[in-house]
DNA sequence: ACTTGACCTTCCAGTTAGTGGAAGCCCCAT
DNA sequence: ATGGGGCTTCCACTAACTGGAAGGTCAAGT
């Protein structure tokens, strides 16, 4: 299987197929012809890291997660740590968001809008306190 | 006042203050023997910018909410648009976060822990659909 | 006067996770 | 044999800094 047809089948784009090559998260074949060519272990390996991924895990986690994938003796608790790691991540992340929300919807909310110069928004990124 | 002084009064590194120079936020003068030079006008801005950028606005909003916020004729409407558009990219984020969370927190909640290697978590990232 | 240490300067490289593009093979169909 | 698409490598770029090296400057202490 060529890298178009690997990308079509893992969701991923070609370039970043390759770029997971060149860091080594997956080692594909090569044809006689210098064409890489891809197992159904390669495609599955790079659903894998597409998932991963898209649950905001890091490239690092995504190399341990995938080293204890293929690990069939690893310990669920190993996994488990890095999911729960990741998920306190998360959950600053969000709670740094709510507050950033918050703060810029008040400025927003007193923020007139309008022609004249006076900007709460402008203000309070301003002031000098 | 030098860049330290100026770090400590803005509340940013040192070197964040010299790339910002770089990419022309801001331009202090310079004293005779090469060293930067901070008026009490550059300290503001820089406060400025830390508080714009601590709200998660990139280095171009900031260029534009500082040229907003010198500009002491401009429309309180323009800042408005700018903070919130990026209200709407902080809520989306958000609901972002939020999906991830709930997806890792059922995986965390399933997964044993154990030193068996059966892992949910594995398996839902590995599971060929 | 000299030295030490803190502070300043510039410049180069590296970070994350790719993306864009150029130059040049390769393969298949017409 | 030629055209178009797919493949290859390599280089540069993104955002917003951060780290470090090599060297100049300043103020205090001896």
């Given at each position: 299987m060529n890298i178009g047809e690997a990308a079509q089948a893992a969701g991923l784009p070609a370039k970043t197929i390759r770029y997971y090559e060149d860091i080594g998260l997956v080692k594909p074949l090569r044809d006689t012809n210098g064409y890489r060519a891809f197992q159904d272990h390669d495609v599955h390996k790079l659903t894998f890291l597409g998932r991963a991924r898209a649950l905001g895990f890091t490239i690092e986690d995504c190399r341990n997660l995938l080293a204890l994938w293929e690990d069939?003796?690893?310990?669920?608790a190993d996994v488990r740590e890095i999911a729960k790691e990741h998920l306190n991540q998360i959950e600053t992340k969000i709670a740094d968001l709510e507050s950033m929300r918050d703060t810029l919807s008040d400025l927003v909310r007193d923020c007139?809008?309008?022609?004249?110069?006076?900007c709460p928004i402008l203000n309070s990124l301003g002031d000098v306190r």
């Open positions: 069939t003796e690893r310990a669920s007139a809008g309008d022609d004249r110069p006076n």
